[in-house]
């Protein structure tokens, strides 16, 4: 489809980059969402925890009010008072009774509904109004401090309501008859009567109680003793809104169900189409409830749909910074085999004069030198049929040598793109995941996010030109020759390479900018030879300069060649070292056999 190399190259970086920001995107996507729902669940379980121990605790103080108030001499002789005070109303049937306490404390009674409970002595109450205005204060104290909904005596002998502090319908009803036979407060006494225990107490579960305007109710009461005999009951309404107050809040839908399924408080399950739940069974005796705490799935995992949003926006940016540098890359190291193609071309087409600019004092730059001189002896020569062929022959070898040339420089450019610079991308991406980590993040935690991710591009973009620095040596023009070598095999030794035994020795004096370049490309090709091939575990270099020659010799102690056999065959890399003392007017001897390692000598005059 691409027919240019470049383009090829181009379009290699960048399919790297895009492949690695899907990977890290799609990979930082997945994970956050992993950990935002286990952090969400988290959460339902601590609030569920949490209101479990509220509700129990809550459950286990109305209790202890119960045992309390029933073992509490004023509660023993309130409940004998209202007993004997029953007995003296003017009606004798119990039906005629509750009717004259209801007119009493309820239809004569000036306070408005809902505050019925205010009269402390009706007119025409006699004893009961003068038993009820002792007592009622410290009762209603109670209710009012505890915030329960009502409190009962029952006389255990009648199953009669004689005393109520909210005043509602019940008051002076029996508990064994209609409408009051069957209910909760009903069920409750006659469970409290069969206790053997004065520290026992039982409760009834909440259900619709019709004197509290069919409000949900439940109730909870303990037998009253006297010198060891029971004589009636102390009982607890405790409304369902203050269960409700405890389940309000904390941005998590909670509520109660009872052993087969039923509400018993909060809002009841949400209707969406996912939901995260957690429950737990709550600790209360006489019931069976479970505490549900749930929320809406689409709701806790809002979050990842703008951090997908992000990672889009930051991947479309490095994308295109990455496009510039792969075409900045691309048009570096393809132009020069670019023009040495065409000069083939010209070459094998009879154009003897063509001539390649060298632009570089690397293997291209020496393959560049090699061709115009190739042409060069063409031109300056009278060349027969076999002297023709020849020279075919040498630009075919050197073409091929051009191609493997390119395609090692485009390997080792990948992998440097692919060990670096990709790593890079996929911490730029999981940096960002980490940012939605958080359930509610703060706009401070936010820029600081966003600041790290800029301050890694920006490191990023510098390391791609150092990548591009590392085609062309800066570090000769800034510190030398001796320097830059101690660079490289400072560099050859953290990428993994042996440890390498660097001696200076002479004079420091600068050297001719191009013997500089050829012995700084001579240590490259060496060291990259010995990571390649020699399978080393030291190598040594000495650099010495007496001021007339300079003689470098690199040592290993790996596994050597015999130059001798048939299937030896000397690479480009060895070749452009060759040609680069030759051209300087010096020279390069390699002295090596099997398992006593190599030696590289090259010498130039100063």
């Not at 909210?166 to 006494?189: M, N």
């Not at 020069?336 to 083939?344: I, S």
């Not at 010495?544 to 102690?557: A, F, K, M, P, Y």
Request: aromatic content about 6%; glycine content about 10%.
């Amino acid at each position: 489809m691409f027919r240019s190399y470049r383009t090829k190259l181009q379009m290699a970086f960048v399919g790297l980059a895009l492949l690695a920001i899907a990977v890290t995107g799609y990979e930082a996507s997945a994970g956050a969402a992993a950990a935002l729902e286990t952090n969400t669940i988290e959460r339902l379980n601590a609030v569920r925890d949490a209101k479990k121990r509220q509700l129990e605790r809550y459950f286990l103080d109305v209790r202890n009010h119960v045992l309390a108030l029933s073992t509490d001499e004023s509660a023993i002789a309130a409940l004998e008072e209202f007993g004997k005070a029953w007995e003296s109303l003017g009606p004798r049937d119990g039906a005629g009774r509750q009717r004259l306490l209801q007119r009493l404390f309820i239809t004569d009674n000036p306070h408005p509904v809902g505050s019925k409970d205010l009269l402390l002595r009706p007119d025409g109450g006699g004893r009961f109004g003068d038993v009820h205005a002792r007592y009622h204060p410290t009762f209603h104290r109670y209710q009012s401090a505890f915030g329960f909904y009502d409190i009962f005596l029952i006389e255990g002998r009648t199953a009669r309501v004689l005393y109520t502090v909210l005043k509602e319908t019940d008051l002076g009803g029996d508990l064994e008859r209609p409408p009051l036979a069957g209910t909760g407060l009903s069920q409750v006494y006659r469970r409290a009567m069969k206790l053997s225990g004065m520290d026992q107490t039982v409760m009834e579960d909440y259900e619709p109680y019709a004197v509290s305007d069919h409000q949900l109710a439940a109730f909870m009461a303990a037998p009253v003793w006297r010198a060891g005999l029971k004589i009636g009951v102390l009982a607890i309404q405790v409304s369902v809104d203050e269960v409700n107050r405890v389940l309000q809040g904390d941005g998590a839908r909670e509520y109660i169900v009872g052993a087969e399924g039923g509400l018993r408080a909060g809002e009841g399950p949400g209707g969406g189409a996912e939901i995260l739940r957690s429950s737990s069974a709550i600790e209360i005796p006489d019931v069976k409830w479970t505490l549900v705490a749930e929320v809406d799935a689409h709701k806790a995992f809002a979050p990842i749909g703008a951090l997908r949003k992000r990672i889009f926006i930051w991947g479309v940016v490095v994308a295109a910074l990455f496009l510039v540098a792969a075409w900045w890359l691309g048009r570096s190291v393809t132009q020069p085999v670019l023009e040495l193609a065409a000069g083939a071309q010209r070459l094998g087409g009879g154009d003897f004069t063509v001539s390649i600019p060298v632009r570089s004092g690397d293997e291209l730059g020496q393959l560049a030198e090699s061709f115009n001189r190739m042409a060069e002896e063409l031109r300056t020569t009278t060349v027969s049929r076999d002297d023709l062929d020849a020279a075919n022959r040498k630009l075919r070898e050197l073409t091929e040598r051009l191609i493997e040339s390119q395609e090692e420089e485009r390997k080792r450019l990948a992998r440097e793109l692919h060990d670096d610079i990709t790593q890079r991308m996929a911490s730029i991406a999981i940096d960002a995941g980490r940012l939605k980590q958080l359930p509610e993040p703060g706009a401070s935690e936010w820029r600081a996010g966003v600041e790290r991710l800029r301050q890694q591009v920006a490191r990023l973009s510098d390391d791609i030109h150092g990548l591009s620095r590392r085609l062309h040596p800066a570090i000769l023009d800034d510190l030398g020759l001796a320097a830059a070598v101690e660079g490289e095999c400072r560099g050859f030794f953290e990428r993994g390479g042996p440890p390498v035994d660097v001696r200076i020795e002479g004079e420091r004096l600068p050297l001719p900018a191009p013997l500089e370049l050829a012995l700084y490309r001579i240590v490259q090709e060496s060291l990259r030879n010995v990571a390649r091939h020699a399978d080393a575990s030291e190598v040594k270099l000495r650099l010495h300069n007496d001021g007339v020659r300079v003689e470098l010799v690199i040592e290993d102690d790996g596994r050597g060649f015999d130059r001798s056999a048939e299937q030896w065959r000397a690479g480009i890399g060895l070749a452009s070292m060759e040609e680069r003392m030759r051209h300087l007017g010096g020279r390069l001897s390699v002295t090596s056999s099997p398992g006593n390692g190599t030696r590289i000598t090259a010498e130039a005059p100063v």
